[in-house]
């Protein structure tokens, strides 16, 4: 590892901590992610579905990097992204579910079904279906995480005045 990267690692070390952004499919471990990313913006611009952003300014080392929010946009997992990523920070995986980008959590507080009122909207809008969110008692979602992928589609559908849904990034691999 030359000098340039083995700075670039510690400077994001120390100026990133607690800091998680979702991050494009495909992306590799974030200390390498952050050291290896272009900043180039081609994901983003590739992306039809406007999914990908880049950090900001105020975003410290992470600026210029692309990032998802799915409670915003969806990802539709089209991996076009991956395609123009020149820097191979975004790279080609054998299966979908390894390239999931985050794992949907219910707020049962603001689940409608958790209140007694008939509702599978999160479970119809997933594109994994019942192998992500299983309707316990034919009624209460439930997330499997070991299936969702953490596309957001279920916080788009969700129907309740606030959404009872969020999505928060796969935990990362330790170096």
């Known amino acids: ?4 990267c083995r700075l670039t690692i510690n400077a994001v070390k120390a100026t990133a901590p607690g800091k998680s952004l979702i991050r494009p499919p495909g992306a ?9 990313c272009q900043r180039c913006g081609k994901c ?11 950090a900001g ?3 410290g080392v992470l600026v210029g990097t692309p990032y ?14 991956i395609e123009v990523c020149p820097s191979g920070v975004l790279e080609k995986r054998e299966s979908s579910q390894s ?5 949907a959590k219910i707020n049962q ?10 509702c599978s909207s999160c479970l119809y809008a997933c594109p994994m279906g019942i192998k992500a969110i299983e309707l316990r008692d034919f009624r209460y979602p439930i997330i499997r995480t ?17 959404p009872a849904i969020t999505v928060v990034p796969c935990p990362t691999k330790k170096e």
Request: glycine share 6%.
């Open 44 to 54: 983003s611009g590739a992306c039809e579905d406007r999914s990908i952003h880049i």
């Open 68 to 81: 998802l929010a799915p409670d915003e946009q969806p990802c539709t997992f089209c991996l076009r992204c």
């Open 1 to 4: 590892m030359n000098d340039f």
């Open 146 to 162: 070991e299936c969702c992928i953490g596309c957001g589609r279920c916080i788009k559908a969700c129907i309740a005045e606030n």
């Open 99 to 103: 390239y999931a980008i985050g794992v």
């Open 28 to 36: 590799i471990e974030e200390i390498a992610f952050l050291a290896g």
């Open 109 to 118: 507080d603001n689940c409608l079904a958790y209140h007694e009122q008939l």
């Open 57 to 59: 300014p105020d975003e």
